[in-house]
């Protein structure tokens, strides 16, 4: 279909959306290599061309997995990114309006851990694209790799000797805090929190602005690998209340995504002397009482 309308008199293969976006930014965010291919070598065709977002086509075929997830994941996105960095009028690091470069958005990417390495490799391979870039709200491609459980982002990133690990975003939230409160599995959490510490020490008890640790976070979760990794680092606070009052073993009582998960933390914690089991938060509410609304009633 792409093909016949190109060769039809009239059509402009760069004609833009009311979004702004054009022909070629909608082939690239589906990773559509072929169609890419073709729209590429049409005369006028602007491969750099922003869109209201400012996202540039290389912006949207990096973070495609919003659009083309298949079983195996987004598996021509890093074709279109190769592509597209072929083409000399392409800026590498282009920031859409959040801030937010193809790199990072490449390390956000949560439906294939092999698509997000090639494609953040194929980035990194040009000199003008910075590792540690933050976004408007202060989170760099780590940050944002170690939300997702992007290991092999993450393993890539953290080889860069310019990637400080331990840099935290506006709300004081560091790349471990991130991995921390992990929600879509606990082995993928502990896996990456290990990352984060062995490769590169990261501050395994750095509060954020609300005063919540990495445990608090791993606790919340349901991480008990995590858990059991971070309350086994030296100068780790099991017991440490953010400005709720909320101690890491609060916010496991909380945890209401399965009362199994939620028991095998809290006993981890309650294995410490230093745990107070009656402590309240600055509501007033115990252990029992977040126990009891999220109806954890095996303890």
């Known amino acids: 279909m792409v093909k ?11 004609k833009p959306d009311k979004n702004a976006q054009t022909p070629l930014s909608h082939a690239a965010r589906g990773g559509h290599e072929g169609v890419v291919k073709m729209l590429l070598e049409q005369e006028g065709v602007d491969p750099n061309k922003p869109d209201n977002s400012a996202r540039t086509p290389l912006s949207h075929a990096s973070g495609c997995w ?24 392409v800026h590498p690091d282009h920031p859409g309006n959040n801030g937010r470069t193809p790199l990072l958005y490449a390390a956000r990417y949560q439906n294939g851990s092999a698509t997000a390495e090639g494609v953040v490799k194929s980035l990194l391979e040009r000199n003008e694209v910075r590792s540690d870039q933050p976004d408007k709200k202060g989170r760099t491609p780590l940050s944002h790799a170690a939300e997702a459980g992007s290991e092999k982002a993450i393993k890539i990133l953290l080889g860069r000797e310019e990637v400080d690990p331990n840099m935290s975003d506006d709300n004081g939230r560091t790349p471990l805090s991130y991995a921390a409160g992990y929600r879509n599995g606990a082995a ?20 954020d602005k609300k005063g919540r640790t990495p445990l608090s976070y791993a606790a919340g979760a349901g991480n008990w690998g995590a858990v059991k990794i971070l309350f086994g680092r030296e100068g780790v606070d099991p017991d440490k209340p953010d400005e709720n009052g909320r101690t890491p ?15 095998r933390v ?4 309650l294995e410490l002397q230093e745990v107070k089991s009656d402590q309240p938060d600055e509501k007033g509410r115990t252990l029992l009482s977040h126990a009891a609304r999220a109806g954890n009633r095996e303890w």
């Open 249 to 263: 073993l609060l916010y496991a009582a909380g945890y209401q995504n399965g009362a199994p998960t939620a028991e």
């Open 266 to 269: 809290a006993k981890l914690l």
């Open 4 to 14: 016949l309308l190109l060769q039809r008199e009239g059509v402009d293969p760069n």
């Open 188 to 207: 993928t959490a502990e896996r990456v929190v290990k990352l984060l510490l062995e490769l590169k020490a990261a501050k395994s008890d750095q509060s």
């Open 66 to 89: 919003n659009y083309c997830v298949t079983a195996e994941g987004c598996v021509t996105a890093e074709e279109v990114v190769k592509l597209l960095l072929e083409r000399k009028e």
